[in-house]
Nanobody, 126 residues
Framework: QVLLVESGGGLVQAGGSLSLSCAAS????????MGWFRQAPGKDREFVAAIRRSGIGTNYRDSVKGRFTISRDNAKNMVYLQMNNLEPEDTAVYYC???????????????????WGQGTQVTVSS
């Protein structure tokens, strides 16, 4: 069992930045690939970014490439999402998630992730 707690959401104007954090506790954090997902009202949950267990190797959805950066600190059991140049379309509840299976490729499928945080709201005003 892994417990995930997100923080860092808030309200920001378009073009601004936010940094999300996700604290993990429980099993060995470095045994999990980590991902960030988001869900806007009335929409399905969608993949945002993922990072390998070691921290070397990342993947992003196309619309956030060049604006968002995922990183992790295995010594602190933390994963981060730095979001720059935010757009109103980025407004959503953001979730971090843990994937316990080793995969050759980072997965973008929400159903592949085993543990989820409670989410943090990000609102970008125009």
């Amino acid at each position: 069992q892994v417990l995930l707690v997100e923080s860092g959401g808030g309200l920001v104007q378009a073009g601004g930045s936010l940094s999300l954090s996700c604290a993990a506790s429980g099993r060995t954090f470095s045994n999990y690939a980590m991902g960030w997902f988001r869900q806007a009202p009335g929409k399905d949950r969608e993949f945002v970014a993922a990072i390998r267990r070691s921290g070397i190797g990342t993947n992003y959805r196309d619309s956030v490439k060049g604006r968002f950066t995922i990183s992790r600190d295995n010594a602190k059991n933390m994963v981060y999402l730095q979001m720059n140049n935010l757009e109103p379309e980025d407004t959503a509840v953001y979730y971090c998630a843990a994937d316990r299976y080793y995969r050759l490729e980072l997965t973008e499928q929400a159903q592949a992730y085993d543990y989820w945080g409670q989410g943090t709201q990000v609102t970008v005003s125009s």
